[in-house]
């Protein structure tokens, strides 16, 4: 719930940083999807990094597309979210979903 997240904006401005918690608290007032696509794991004993391609939908409507990038620690034997970074971005900086729009 604590992890850090932060939002990297196309434009090259100041990265928008939150908790979990900060970024759950905020009203969702649309049907959103996000699709994560060719994603690569790193592990080595309790820590790993997912880099995640994805797109993103409002309301049935394409908003953008970008890259995830997890840290993850082995704490207990649960796998938790440390941070959270990710671009906000159009093509051809990144790549839609290969599979084209999500169905409705």
Do not use: K
Not at 63 to 74: A, E, I, N, Q, Y
């Amino acid at each position: 719930d604590d992890a850090v997240m932060f939002a990297l904006p196309a434009n090259g401005g100041s990265p928008n940083v939150t908790t979990r918690d900060q970024a759950r608290a905020r009203p969702m007032n649309a049907d959103f999807v996000e699709r994560g696509f060719d994603g690569e794991v790193w592990l080595t004993g309790g820590l790993a990094s997912v880099w995640l391609p994805y797109d993103f939908y409002i309301d049935g409507e394409w908003s953008h597309c970008g890259v995830d990038t997890f840290t993850l620690v082995r704490v207990d034997g649960d796998w938790l979210i440390a941070s959270l970074a990710y671009t906000v971005e159009q093509p051809p900086q990144c790549e839609p979903h290969p599979d084209g729009p999500p169905d409705e």
